[in-house]
């Protein structure tokens, strides 16, 4: 009966088990030889509001945020604030109430943990009163913003520890289209030999409905948007009307070349309506004009036609900002001379020297810029009469 039972198949599956238990026990008992340490720690790559704690117990990791949290509050480098166009306000971040023990409770392992921390609603209503006291949101700029959800934003830099939060306030506008207002709206003749509606088909055709924006630090250039598309004539034009439009605005030229040439067959020295804006654009030449965005808030630039003129509207949120011009003219007299042969004959013309200075001053009264922004040098052209 042993021998039948040696050599029956049970014996095999005995040994089978055995073997595999075995080599299951091996498996585990090395497991545990290598990974043991590990056990009861956080595993690598988590992180709990931007602090690294793998590899560290619940207890060393707690300690470990709470350490950071208090660096974090005490570090002068730290900027958290609210913008607008330029001017600031400061979040105390003291005022940040962080809850680590919440935090700890819902650590997702191997993964970031944003901190648990919020505004106390006393808090809030703090911040909204101080920042409606700055000078900057004086006038309609009262109760225009939504507070709460900026520092909603706030909160969820807080949560990583973020070195800086910045909000735009502008994006935080309770009813934006409220507060959009005309910032400039200038128009100019053409030449005779230009319709100022056909001008304005064809910058339809190049921008959408003759529209455009320009972001904040984003440069517009008249020979990138229409080269190919008009008459150098035409691009003088678009060039000459930008200029005139962006001249009482903090926008700034960037590249200008000022056309200092008058048609006398289509105007005078006295009624020549280009003065001050007068630009040239070319593309043979690569003479270009090109303006800069330095507002701190985009603006929209519509192009229209009315009464044989064609005209651009700059559409934005107003800029607090004082902008002033002064602008001198300085008449130069023609001479006169006599010729001998009646074809020599030759109507004389007055110059012009043109100084356009801008200045613009903070809402403290300070100067931020100041300079010439327009000289144009049209020099006389002599007369040339006939006596017997």
């Not at 997702?108 to 000078?135: C, K, M």
């Not at 100041?370 to 144009?376: A, D, L, N, P, S």
Request: proline share 3%; aromatic share 12%; with cysteine.
């Amino acid at each position: 009966m042993l021998s039948r039972l040696r050599n029956s198949d049970l014996i095999y599956y005995i040994y089978t088990v055995l073997v595999i238990a075995a080599g299951i026990g091996a498996l585990i008992f090395f497991y545990f030889m290598v990974t043991g340490f590990n056990i009861g720690v956080y595993d690598e790559n988590t992180l709990i509001g931007g602090v690294y704690v793998g590899g560290l117990s619940e207890d060393e990791a707690e300690s470990k945020v709470r350490t950071h949290v208090d660096e974090w509050l005490e570090n002068d480098e730290v900027v958290f604030e609210a913008t607008y166009q330029g001017y600031s306000y400061s979040f105390d971040r003291e005022r940040l109430s962080f809850d680590v023990d919440a935090t700890m409770d819902n650590v997702s392992e191997g993964s970031h943990t944003d901190l648990v921390v919020s505004f106390s609603e006393a808090a809030r209503n703090d911040i909204a009163f101080e920042i409606y006291q700055e000078p900057f949101t004086a006038g309609e700029l009262q109760d225009a913003f939504d507070v709460d959800a900026m520092l909603d934003e706030v909160e969820r830099d807080a949560a990583r520890l973020n070195e800086w939060s910045r909000q735009d306030m502008s994006n935080y506008f309770i009813n934006p289209e409220a507060h959009v207002e005309t910032i400039s709206d200038k128009s100019i003749p053409t030449d005779s030999g230009i319709v100022a509606a056909e001008l304005y088909d064809k910058a339809e055709e190049v921008l959408e409905d003759g529209t455009f924006e320009l972001a904040t630090d984003e440069r517009f250039s008249v020979l990138d948007t229409f080269e190919g598309e008009l008459t150098s004539r035409e691009l003088d034009l678009i060039g000459t009307l930008l200029m005139k439009a962006i001249l009482p605005t903090c926008l700034q030229p960037f590249e200008v070349h000022h056309n200092t040439r008058i048609d006398f067959e289509e105007h005078t020295a006295e009624d020549f309506p280009y003065y001050g804006h007068n630009i040239r654009v070319s593309q043979p030449n690569d003479l270009d004009f090109v303006f800069e965005n330095t507002c701190d808030t985009a603006y929209d630039f519509e192009f229209y036609t009315q009464a044989g003129h064609l005209g651009v509207e700059i559409r934005g949120f107003p800029y607090l900002n004082d902008v002033s011009l002064d602008e001198e003219t300085l008449v130069l007299e023609h001479e006169t001379y006599t010729v001998d042969d009646p074809a020599d004959t030759r109507e004389g013309h007055d110059g012009r020297i043109v100084i356009i200075d801008r200045t613009i001053s903070d809402i403290h009264g300070t100067i931020l810029d100041e300079h010439t922004i327009v000289f144009e040098y049209y020099r006389p052209i002599d007369a040339y009469i006939y006596e017997e």
